[in-house]
């Protein structure tokens, strides 16, 4: 690999990494907001709840990633125009494929990180988010332990704490207990906490007393205890097996699930358009990647205005990603559409591919370059005529 080739590369990466971090943030961010009920209603640790949401993060890498690898190419490409280091290029003779191979190199090695993250990382963290999701929604302390009020965790168990702390102390602990038909027995402890040990979930109170009170009397009798467990496994709900979405099953269950669920006999569509889906989605890096390059990779002259060419390769990028998303909405209802997820990032690296190879000038096409110089000399002409009647107003 030429040093020119290493240079390029390395910035792209250095700024693909950057904004990646950056964009993949504000959605994680956005995403998370959605599952902020784990800490409001279900009790759980701002810790936990990053940890489970985290899961999500490399689904959001796989859709970010295309953007981020836009954004870098357009810095890269705009700084070497900027710096008239692709001038100095065409002006040694070097051919305008020196820049596109190390382009091509880099778009190449995201789009075999987004297929890593698309057919292997991403279900894997989703179908792990489910579980999570899951698990939380049957949690005994998520959805019973309530500091402050009185929960009623079975008929004739009534449950009390004051405060639960960080580590899942539980303090000032209250358990009233008129389940047994001849006696009422009242716990009392200071701290508690609940500890899975054997296939059992215990409640283990230390420093407190138990109140037994015969139902047919008035007598009560009071024994203290440093420890002592209380059985809680047959207050925990039976947890359903969660139903994986067709975004959450590994991509071998997608292409051949000897024993398919229910949701798989329902949904067969869908199960078949996000197996296309995972396999189309690095195609776009590769497009993203010429896309830029037909724009943003000719030569030009501090004179000549690049903004055209700018909002020519963000528009272009951004209409590709949204027909597939178009195309991913109407193929997962229509089954004669699935094609549609490979048309579209075909397309969009076969147009710019042939715009290139075409040029014979650097990477625009010739009537692209013909029609941002005729917008660019009547940018001009309008500026020169509005500095004109300034001055002749100011005279």
């Keep these: 690999m030429k040093t020119l080739e290493r240079y390029i590369i390395r910035r792209s990466v250095f700024v693909f990494t950057m904004t990646l971090a950056a964009m993949t943030g504000v ?12 800490v409001t209603s279900k009790g759980q640790t701002i810790v936990q709840f990053i940890s489970i949401t985290m899961l999500a993060m490399p689904f959001l890498v796989v859709i970010v990633a295309p953007f981020a690898l836009m954004i870098a190419l357009i810095l890269v490409l705009n700084a070497l125009s900027s710096d008239s280091e692709l001038i100095v290029i065409n002006a040694t003779g070097g051919s305008r494929y020196l820049v596109l191979r190390p382009v091509l190199i880099f778009s190449l090695g995201i789009c075999l990180l987004t297929g890593v993250m698309s057919l292997y990382v991403a279900p894997e963290g989703l179908a792990r988010l489910r579980d999570e999701i899951t698990r939380v929604r049957v949690d005994l302390v998520a959805n019973i332990v309530k500091p402050g009020r009185f929960i009623s965790m079975a008929d004739g168990l009534t449950f009390h704490i004051r405060n639960r702390s960080g580590d899942g102390a539980l303090d000032g602990l209250l358990l009233h207990d008129t389940r047994d038909p001849a006696t009422i027995f009242t716990y009392e402890s200071e701290v508690g906490h609940i500890v899975e040990m054997e296939g059992l979930t215990l409640l283990v109170m230390q420093n407190g007393t138990i109140q037994r009170r015969p139902k047919t009397s008035g007598d009560i009798s009071i024994v203290r205890f440093q420890s002592y467990a209380f059985d809680l496994s047959s207050l925990i709900p039976n947890a359903a097996e969660p139903v994986y979405k067709a975004s959450e099953r590994p991509t071998w269950a997608l292409i051949n699930d000897p024993e398919p669920d229910e949701f798989a006999r329902l949904y067969p569509l869908r199960i078949k358009a996000e197996l296309h889906n995972r396999f189309s989605q690095p195609l776009y890096a590769i497009a993203f990647g010429l896309i830029v390059f037909a ?17 020519g390769a963000l528009a272009g990028c951004i209409l590709l990603r949204t027909a597939g998303f178009g195309a991913t909405s109407l193929a997962g209802s229509e089954a004669a559409l699935i094609a549609a997820y490979y048309a579209v990032p075909v397309i969009g690296i076969i147009l710019p591919a042939w715009f290139i190879l075409q040029s014979d000038t650097g990477a625009a096409p010739h009537w692209l370059a013909r029609l941002i110089d005729r917008i660019t000399d009547l940018s001009e002409r309008t500026q020169a005529r509005l500095a004109g009647r300034r001055m002749s107003k100011g005279a």
Excluded at 27 to 38: F, G, I, K, S, Y
Excluded at 295 to 310: E, K, N, P, V, Y
């Design 27 to 38: 959605v994680w961010a956005t995403q998370a907001l959605r599952q902020l009920d784990l």
């Design 295 to 311: 724009f943003l990779g000719q030569a030009r002259t501090t004179r000549q205005d690049r903004g055209l060419a700018l909002l």
